[in-house]
């Protein structure tokens, strides 16, 4: 469905430094402005930047510096938008806020097409700082459950975004999640390739671009997960799936890692595939999977 119409764009610039009452600023203005009743908000995090101090804030690829700029965009009604500036008095002691008005189109997806959907969003009316726990994936009553150990792994990295103060878990959340497992199907296939939790943290100090800024990432990795679940004729969506529909979604971080460590995506596949039986399925997997 698509409505449109004028509206007002506030814009709030901070660093990702920034604290208030303990917590991110530009989480707590987020906070607020739902608080507030305001229409919409969403924090973006810059890679570069400066502001009145003249000092440039800066985030150099896997550096994963906690102080480069913010900007939070809000949109509603000038007269909301004002009601709000008074509050932002009160939260912001450094910074700049930009406020216009804007033609706003909006887009609202039907939902009753029974996606799988997972959410990934900071719990905004929990006070407590510990992060949300994950909720099991909707799925019709034809489609694979996800496995305990599935859960663990996307829980865990939920958590690590979380601890880094990333907006959303990403590609190297989930496989520093996987590794993490001292035994397992995904463990086994990642050392056949000769890679451990050491070696890809030790990357992470190394110029490999990060996807946490990515919302979309574990919905797909989901949608493929489940893909390949059926793919194999398995009735549950397991850490083996997770592995095989990361391997699939490239270019991403991980995918980057792993090459760089000389462990590439089809060699992965290929050990999941044999750990699990099914390595007479090679030829055709590849066949099916072409981005491989």
Partial sequence: MKTEGEAHRLRVFVNESDRYQGRPLYEMIIR??????????????????????????SVKVLHLSEDVPIVVEIFDSAEHIAVFLPVLDTMVSEGAVT????????????RS????????????????????AVAPPSTKSNSPEFTDRAH?????????????????ADSVDVLL?????????????????????KIVERSLNESVSRD?????????????SGAA????????????????AQCQIRPSAATDILTRLGAQPRDICRAVLTATGHEDDWQRWLADHPEL
């Fill in 32 to 57: 607020a402005a739902k608080e507030k009743g305001l229409a919409g908000a969403t924090a973006l995090r810059g890679i570069e930047g400066y502001g009145a101090s003249g000092r440039v804030h």
């Fill in 99 to 110: 406020v216009e008005k804007v033609h706003l189109v909006t887009f609202r997806r039907d």
């Fill in 113 to 132: 097409a029974g996606e799988i959907e997972f959410e990934d969003e900071i719990g905004l009316d929990d006070s407590d700082t510990s992060p949300p």
């Fill in 152 to 168: 663990q792994i996307l829980t865990a990295a939920r958590e690590t975004a979380a601890k880094s103060h990333h907006l959303y």
């Fill in 177 to 197: 999640a996987m590794l993490c497992e001292v035994r397992g199907v995904t463990q086994n296939a990642l050392r056949e390739v000769g890679v451990d939790c």
């Fill in 212 to 224: 946490e800024t990515n919302p979309t990432y574990l919905k797909n990795l989901l949608i493929k």
């Fill in 229 to 244: 679940a059926k793919w194999l004729g398995d009735s549950y969506i397991g850490a083996e799936h997770l592995l095989l």
